[in-house]
């Protein structure tokens, strides 16, 4: 199951649980970028087309499998120790990197040697309406960070280094460990720097664990702000019942 790649500068993992549908575009705008990339899957055992997806990639991926895990930050984990790469990011199995992405975060990182990281802009893609629209994406401000996620996980790149010295995503948690890590990566590594281009695509749909586990996510949420910034800001709260409740409802 393995396709070797001379000299790769990205590492990427890509989780993937039931997602056949989107997973040939994902794998694609990974392996079409201009950086040389390892791209490592791993399947949670789906019983949808999944695995044919793979193994139609197979030759151009640097390892996959297929079997039963220990979840989404676990195998994202798995991926990334497997490679070697100097930067090191992930690609959730229906996102998308868009053409170029790779080259422009690795070359804000060389630009910005004390930077653990790098993130760029998104665009949302909404699959029930087909409309396209940015994520909330801000230059990084640690109080702005406790307020809301600023940073879109599909539009980012990771020093290697780095990734390291914070030991990877926290498998504990399951629905916002992106947010978590931004956190101790700044705790530990210093403020990541942002590119303002658009990198990544984020796709909505009615199967996303944000849509289907929103209280969940919230309290997640909620818990990873206080660990890390010491208190929970008022905003949280009072957007509770809407980003919980009244989004539940209308879809």
């Not at 989780?15 to 575009?25: D, I, K």
């Amino acid at each position: 199951m393995t396709a070797l790649r001379d000299h790769p500068a990205v590492t990427i993992a890509v989780p993937s649980f039931n997602q056949g549908r989107y997973l040939g575009a994902a794998l694609e705008s990974a392996l079409d970028q201009d950086v040389a990339a390892e791209v490592f899957v791993a399947d949670g055992g789906s019983g949808d087309d999944s695995l044919a997806v793979i193994e139609r990639f197979a030759p151009r991926l640097a390892g996959w499998r297929s079997h039963a895990d220990r979840g989404q930050a676990a195998a994202i984990n798995e991926c990334i120790a497997r490679g070697s790469a100097p930067y090191v990011c992930w690609l959730n199995s229906d996102d998308l990197l868009l053409p170029d992405a790779l080259a422009t975060l690795v070359s804000a990182l060389q630009a910005a040697p004390a930077a653990p990281m790098a993130y760029a802009r998104a665009w949302n893609l909404v699959e029930a309406t087909g409309r396209r629209e940015p994520v909330w994406v801000e230059p990084f401000d640690e109080r702005r960070l406790a307020l809301r996620c600023i940073v879109s996980q599909p539009a980012t790149l990771i020093r290697r280094s780095a990734w390291e010295a914070v030991g990877g995503l926290d498998e504990s948690l399951h629905m916002v460990m992106d947010y978590d890590l931004w956190w101790r990566l700044y705790r530990h590594c210093g403020a990541p720097c942002f590119v303002d281009a658009v990198t990544g695509v984020n796709r909505e749909h009615a199967g996303t664990k944000t849509r289907r586990h929103r209280a969940r996510h919230y309290r997640e949420a909620i818990a990873v702000v206080r660990r890390h910034y010491g208190r929970v800001p008022l905003k949280w709260w009072l957007y509770q019942p809407y980003a919980v409740w009244f989004k539940a409802l209308t879809g």
